[in-house]
């Protein structure tokens, strides 16, 4: 359309992602350092994010092209929300066939695979774009399929790419095990208004057939403005304002056109609502709140397919926000139950224990009692005695009688009673 007007060999603010038009800023560098520096260092997770339009698409292009043949590279792009369909993106990708097989079967052929290649010396990548749409359970899925090692490293490289909204499901409790597993994360800022004119001539000069035009720095700025940066509005700003000079013949760009530009674009609502493009995080919140009313039939009939969806998803995430609940509340119990349990074995232990000392403690006054038997050698047995013997008196058979007294004598002989004489009474 205009590219003969301004000597172009093609339109160089092109929405679709080329690698040959990558402008090499300082986010874009950095970003593509962290992405070598994961694939090269066989890290755990490399997890990249940017806004909307910041270029995110371009510059896995631009890495995937730098790889060498030692890299076997898995790309799912399409919106995946069950674990399953995500292994089968996976296998399809690298050439494999599910052929409807089981989940057992399909991770045991994709492990199988992995080994193959790690025995030929390729590294195996999975690269994971639109992150941010993955359900809970297809992150978790993903965070299983990184347990696939050997005893030094990793079969498999995972990249995640997608929007700031990513950033809020790894936060998220529940995913807490693949957060620990992150070893490289970069976030995409948007450009400043120096990179930003820099990045306009940069394309210009990129497909120029001659000596490439060049937008002014006041009209850059203007369109840094509108932009904030981002490349994906800075690219339908300029390619508009192409459009726009080509219409009325101007050769060269200037301020008052520029905003000619802005105004209709505005006007037309192409650009959109103005947004912050250097946030981090999502703005919508990473819990969502639970329904205490009815939904009213007049909202139901004005949602679109994609809230439907996006209702879906969150009930989906708030089911299994409550069954991992459950689940951690049913632990906690069995837990509680076998403390008390160990705690009434204890106490049975000790007293049976105590039961124990006290019975031991009353016989053996009773063992000490009693004669050792058989008894020793050199010693007599007792000698039994007789009862008679036992009772017999201290002085013999012969008991002394008791002497009577010299009064008693005196009256038996006075009143005439004989008193018998014994011979020790002389």
């Keep these: 359309m205009y590219e003969r007007f301004y000597r172009l060999r093609e339109r160089p603010f092109a929405l679709t992602p080329d690698p040959e038009y990558l402008y090499p800023s300082r986010v874009h560098k950095e970003a593509l350092s962290?992405?070598?520096?994961?694939?090269?260092?066989?890290?755990?997770?490399?997890?990249?994010?940017?806004?909307?339009?910041?270029?995110?698409?371009?510059?896995?292009?631009?890495?995937m092209r730098g790889l060498d043949s030692r890299t076997t590279v898995a790309r799912v792009e399409e919106r995946?929300?069950?674990?399953?369909?995500?292994?089968?993106?996976?296998?399809?990708?690298?050439?494999?066939?599910?052929?409807?097989?089981?989940?057992?079967?399909?991770?045991k052929e994709f492990g199988e695979f992995l080994v193959n290649e790690r025995s030929a010396g390729r590294i195996v990548l999975l690269v994971i774009d639109e992150a941010q749409n993955l359900s809970l359970p297809a992150l978790e899925e993903i965070?299983?399929?990184?347990?696939?090692?050997?005893?030094?490293?990793?079969?498999?490289?995972?990249i995640l790419v997608g929007q700031p909204d990513l950033r809020d499901k790894l936060d998220r409790p529940e995913l807490e095990q693949l957060?620990?597993?992150?070893?490289?994360?970069?976030?995409?800022?948007?450009?400043?208004?120096?990179?930003?004119s820099h990045?306009?001539?940069?394309?210009?000069?990129r497909a120029a057939l001659g000596t490439p035009m060049e937008f002014p720095r006041e009209v850059t700025d203007r369109i840094h403005a509108r932009s904030g940066g981002v490349p994906r509005l800075i690219n339908v700003i300029a390619d508009a304002t192409l459009v726009f000079g080509y219409g009325e013949e101007r050769s060269e760009i200037n301020k008052a056109l520029i905003d000619e530009v802005i105004t209709d674009l505005d006007a037309t609502g192409v650009l959109g609502p103005r947004s912050n493009p250097n946030r981090h995080e999502s703005v919508v919140p990473p819990t969502a709140p639970i329904a205490t009313a009815p939904v009213r039939q007049e909202?139901?009939?004005?949602?679109?397919?994609?809230?439907?969806?996006?209702?879906?998803?969150?009930?989906?995430?708030?089911k299994l926000r409550r069954e991992l609940a459950d689940l951690d509340r049913s632990l906690k119990k069995r837990e509680h139950d076998m403390t008390l349990r160990e705690r009434e074995l204890a106490e049975q232990r000790r007293v049976l224990a105590d039961q124990f000392r006290l019975l031991k403690t009353q016989t053996q006054p009773q063992a000490a009692g009693a004669a050792a038997w058989p008894p020793a050698s050199g010693t007599k047995p007792p000698v039994a005695?007789?009862?008679?013997?036992?009772?017999?008196?201290?002085?013999?058979?012969?008991?002394?009688?008791?002497?009577?007294?010299?009064?008693?004598?005196?009256?038996?002989?006075?009143?005439?009673?004989?008193e018998r004489v014994l011979e020790d009474s002389l």
């Design 34 to 63: 962290y992405l070598r520096y994961g694939i090269e260092s066989l890290a755990g997770f490399v997890v990249v994010t940017g806004a909307i339009g910041s270029g995110k698409t371009t510059l896995l292009q631009t890495m």
């Design 80 to 107: 995946v929300h069950d674990p399953r369909e995500l292994i089968e993106s996976a296998m399809i990708d690298l050439g494999l066939e599910p052929n409807g097989a089981s989940k057992p079967a399909m991770l």
């Design 143 to 158: 965070r299983m399929l990184s347990n696939l090692e050997t005893e030094k490293s990793k079969l498999m490289q995972i």
């Design 179 to 196: 957060r620990q597993r992150i070893t490289v994360s970069y976030h995409l800022d948007a450009l400043d208004a120096e990179e930003t």
């Design 199 to 205: 990045y306009i001539n940069h394309r210009l000069a």
């Design 299 to 318: 909202q139901a009939m004005h949602s679109t397919p994609n809230a439907a969806a996006d209702r879906a998803r969150t009930a989906e995430d708030e």
């Design 385 to 418: 005695h007789s009862a008679q013997q036992m009772h017999a008196p201290a002085f013999g058979p012969y008991a002394t009688k008791r002497r009577s007294s010299l009064w008693r004598r005196v009256k038996n002989t006075l009143l005439g009673t004989p």
